[in-house]
Nanobody, 120 residues
Framework: QVQLVESGGGLVQAGGSLRLSCAAS????????MGWYRQAPGKQRELVAT???????NYADSEKGRCSISRDNAKNTVYLQMNSLKPEDTAVYYC??????WGLGMSDYWGQGTQVTVSS
């Protein structure tokens, strides 16, 4: 199995910053991509940012210039630095990983989510 454990969420005032972390563990041969999605109440889950094993990044248009995604391949960990936070960034943030497991091929995995609340 593969587990994704997120940390770093919380309550922050508008204009503040947060850094989310997500560590993957388990029977992992290779992590092809990692990233973050978010889901606000009453809305669909949406992309925040992703990063490949080679470091290629992709951001949602709303996050460009405010977020920075990075990863430590040796630690199977992905980070999301969020700056200039707005109340509309309030959501549950989910870690995502596309993982190749030993003898089992590639599958998508999700963390349990971490709440980010931005107060105005």
């Amino acid at each position: 199995q593969v587990q994704l454990v997120e940390s770093g969420g919380g309550l922050v005032q508008a204009g503040g910053s947060l850094r989310l972390s997500c560590a993957a563990s388990g029977s992992i041969l290779r992590i092809n991509a990692m990233g973050w999605y978010r889901q606000a109440p009453g809305k669909q889950r949406e992309l925040v940012a992703t990063i490949t094993s080679g470091g290629t990044t992709n951001y949602a248009d709303s996050e460009k210039g405010r977020c920075s995604i990075s990863r430590d391949n040796a630690k199977n960990t992905v980070y999301l630095q969020m700056n200039s936070l707005k109340p509309e960034d309030t959501a549950v943030y989910y870690c995502y990983a596309k993982v190749t497991r030993w003898g089992l091929g590639m599958s998508d995995y999700w963390g349990q989510g971490t709440q980010v609340t931005v107060s105005s």
